[in-house]
C-alpha cells in the first residue's frame, strides 16, 4: 500500500482508478481520461495534488539564500504574494528539481517542490539554508487541490462566497491569503485556475462544495496530457540531474544577470552557453495514425539521434504529440521509429494549446 | 468485474471471437483487454482478403496510455472491417461486444475455434492474470 491523500476515500468512493504514483496512491482517472482532459480545457476540472510538498522558508536571510540556491532570481519577486517559476541546480548544472517559489514576505517564502523528489530535495535545501540561518519547515499541515479552466477562477469564487472578494483583481501567478487558506493563480494545465492549499481537516469539505459547483474531478492521466499540450516540462522525465536546463527547454528560467549572482550550478552552465549545448528539447507533431510514447527514438539525418522524453495523444488536437531531446542542428521535420516504422513527424515549438486553443 | 458475455469464445490475448450463421467469426478485444486500455485513441485494422495464421498480430489499438497488438484467434482470412473505429476508436471502450467489433475472418480450420476458450474458462484467465 502506498501513501494516501486526505481525499484517498473520496478518490475511492467516485470510483477512480488508482494507481502508484512515486509511492502514493493517486487517481489516474474516474472513467474517461480523454473526458476530464476536455473538461478542464473548456469548463472547469479539479486535481487532488496534496502528494506535492509546501515547505515554508523563514528567516532573515531567506532571499539571500534563495539568490543562491535557485537558477532564477528571486529578485524578480517584488511583489508581495507573486510567483516565480525555477530550476533548483546540482554543482554540475543538472536539474534537482523544478519548482514554484512565492514571496510571502520578506522573511518568509514558500515553495512547492515535487512528490517524487520530496526526499532528496528537503536533504538538499536543508543543507544549503545551514550557513544563511534559514528555517526550513513542511507543511505537511496542508493539503492541495488545483482547480482549471476557463470557468474554474468563477466556481470557486461561488464556493468561497463573500470571501473570493479578496480574490476578483488578483494577477495571474500571484498567491492571496484568505484566512488559513492560501489561493495561488497558477497551474499546470495551460487553462486559467487556481492551485489552493488548505488545511487538511478542512478538504474534503472544499472539496465536495467545488464537486457541486459542477467542478468536475479529474486524474493524473489528464494532469499529464493537459500539461503536455500546453508545454510544460514533467521532472524525471523531461529533465533530471544529467540534464541541464539548456537542454531541457528551460532555458528562459536561467536568470543570468545581474553576471554578479552566483547561484548553484552557475559555472557549468556558463560553459554550456558559451560552448553551445550539443542538444535542446523541442516538440513534435505527428500527422499520422499513432501515438508518440516516451522513450521512441528520433532519426535524424538517417542517424538515429534523438528520444521522446515524454510522448502522448493530444485530446485536444486529436493527434499525437511530444517532447524529444534532439541534437540542436535539428531542423523542421525528424523521423521517430514507431514500433519498428519510421514515420515522418514535424518539428514545432511547444506549448501546442493553451486556453483551449491549439497553437500549431 | 468486468463483462464476460456466455456466448463468445475467447483467446490468453483478451480477442473474443463470435460465430457468425454464415461461418465467419467476428473478432474485438474484452471488456477486460479495454479496461486495462483506457481510453482509445487509434485502431489500425487489417486489410479485408489479408491472411493470417493463428496467434499472428493483424491489428494494433493504440490507447491514450499505451500500444497493443491484436492477435489472430483462429487461422483465416480477412473478409470484413469495422471502417467506424478510424473515427469512434472509443467505440471499443463503451461497447467492445457489438459496435466495438474490430474485424471479421473466414477460418480455414474450424478445429481451431473449438479449441478456445469459453467465458467461464477466461474468466478464470483474468482473474488468474489480475493475482
Not at chain 1, 41 to 49: E, I, L, N, T
Amino acid at each position: 500500500m502506498g501513501q494516501r491523500t486526505p481525499l484517498y476515500d473520496v478518490h475511492v468512493n467516485l470510483k477512480a482508478k488508482m494507481v502508484d504514483f512515486g509511492g502514493w496512491d493517486m487517481p489516474i482517472n474516474y472513467g474517461s481520461q480523454i473526458e476530464e482532459h476536455h473538461q478542464v480545457r473548456k469548463d472547469a476540472g479539479m486535481f487532488d495534488v496534496s502528494h506535492m510538498v509546501v515547505v515554508d522558508l523563514t528567516g532573515d536571510k531567506v532571499r539571500e539564500f534563495l539568490r543562491y540556491l535557485l537558477a532564477n532570481n528571486v529578485d524578480r519577486l517584488k511583489d508581495q504574494g507573486k510567483a516565480l517559476y525555477s530550476c533548483m541546480l546540482n554543482e554540475k548544472g543538472g536539474v534537482i528539481d523544478d519548482l514554484i517559489t512565492y514571496y510571502m514576505t520578506e522573511t518568509w517564502f514558500r515553495m512547492v517542490v515535487n512528490a517524487a523528489t520530496r526526499e532528496k530535495d528537503l536533504a538538499w535545501i536543508n543543507k544549503q539554508a545551514e550557513s544563511y540561518g534559514v528555517d526550513v519547515k513542511v507543511r505537511d499541515d496542508l493539503a492541495m487541490i488545483a482547480v482549471q479552466g476557463p470557468t474554474a477562477r468563477d466556481k470557486v469564487h461561488a464556493v468561497l462566497g463573500s470571501k473570493s472578494q479578496a480574490l476578483e483583481d488578483i494577477g495571474v501567478f500571484f498567491m492571496r491569503e484568505i484566512g488559513d487558506m492560501a489561493v495561488a493563480r497558477t497551474g499546470y494545465t495551460g487553462e486559467d485556475g487556481y492551485e489552493i492549499m488548505l488545511p487538511v481537516a478542512d478538504v474534503v469539505t472544499f472539496w465536495e462544495q467545488l464537486l457541486q459547483a459542477g467542478v468536475k474531478p479529474c486524474g493524473l492521466g489528464a494532469r499529464d496530457t493537459l500539461r503536455l499540450e500546453a508545454g510544460m516540462n514533467l521532472y524525471g522525465t523531461d529533465m533530471d540531474e544529467e540534464t541541464s536546463p539548456l537542454e531541457s527547454g528551460l532555458g528562459w528560467t536561467i536568470a543570468w544577470e545581474p553576471a554578479g549572482r552566483d547561484f548553484i550550478g552557475r559555472k557549468p552552465l556558463e560553459q554550456q552557453r558559451e560552448q553551445g549545448s550539443s542538444n535542446k528539447l523541442v516538440g513534435l507533431l505527428l500527422d499520422g495514425k499513432g501515438v508518440l510514447r516516451n522513450h521512441q527514438k528520433v532519426v535524424v539525418d538517417g542517424l538515429e539521434a534523438g528520444e521522446i522524453t515524454s510522448g502522448s495523444f493530444s485530446p485536444t488536437l486529436g493527434k499525437a504529440i511530444a517532447f524529444a531531446r534532439v541534437p540542436k542542428s535539428t531542423g523542421e521535420s525528424c523521423k521517430v521509429d514507431m514500433r519498428g516504422k519510421l514515420m515522418d513527424v514535424k518539428v514545432v515549438k511547444p506549448p501546442f494549446v493553451r486556453q483551449g486553443k491549439a497553437c500549431i | 468485474m468486468s463483462n464476460i458475455p456466455g456466448e463468445l469464445r475467447y483467446t490468453k490475448s483478451h480477442e473474443w471471437v463470435r460465430k457468425n450463421n454464415d461461418g465467419t467469426l467476428t473478432v474485438g478485444i474484452s471488456d477486460h483487454a479495454q479496461e486495462l486500455l483506457g481510453d482509445l485513441v487509434f485502431v489500425d485494422v487489417p486489410d479485408v482478403g489479408s491472411t493470417f495464421d493463428q496467434g499472428e498480430d493483424c491489428a494494433v489499438i493504440e490507447s491514450v496510455k499505451a500500444a497493443s497488438d491484436v492477435y489472430s484467434p483462429v487461422t483465416g482470412e480477412v473478409t470484413a472491417v469495422n471502417e467506424d473505429l478510424a473515427d469512434t476508436p472509443e467505440v471499443i471502450n463503451s461497447d467492445p461486444y457489438n459496435d466495438g467489433w474490430i474485424f471479421t475472418l473466414k477460418p480455414s480450420e474450424a478445429s481451431e475455434f473449438d479449441g478456445l476458450m469459453s467465458a467461464d474458462e477466461y474468466s478464470a484467465h483474468v482473474e488468474a492474470e489480475e493475482h
